[in-house]
């Protein structure tokens, strides 16, 4: 089964940075698509960040060059850097890839607030 671990969430003021990690699991890491989530109360949960596994990245509209998906297929860690945040990037951010069917994580909550 595969299993993808979130990480890095918190508070944060609008204006911050904040840093999230995942970790993947009983998967052939190097070979996948992964994907960054976010859900925020109310509304759907909507793709933030796609990379390749060549290293090709593509961004959600909302956080084009602010927002910086990377990887490291040695460790099997995908990140999200995520800069000059605001109020409108709360949610609950989702680690993501397919392997078959879809698999999640858990999500880990950002929170954007003076």
């Known amino acids: 089964q595969v299993q993808l671990v979130e990480s890095g969430g918190g508070l944060v003021q609008p204006g911050g940075s904040l840093r999230l990690s995942c970790a993947a699991s009983?998967?052939?890491?190097?070979?996948?698509?992964m994907d960054w989530y976010r859900q925020a109360p109310g509304k759907q949960r909507e793709l933030v960040a796609t990379i390749i596994p060549g290293g090709s990245t593509n961004y959600a509209d909302s956080v084009q060059g602010r927002f910086a998906i990377s990887r490291d297929n040695a460790k099997n860690m995908v990140y999200l850097q995520m800069n000059s945040l605001k109020p409108e990037d709360t949610a609950v951010y989702y680690c993501h890839t397919r392997v078959g069917a879809d698999y999640w994580g858990q999500g880990t909550q950002v929170t954007v607030s003076s």
């Open positions: 009983r998967i052939i890491f190097r070979t996948k698509v």
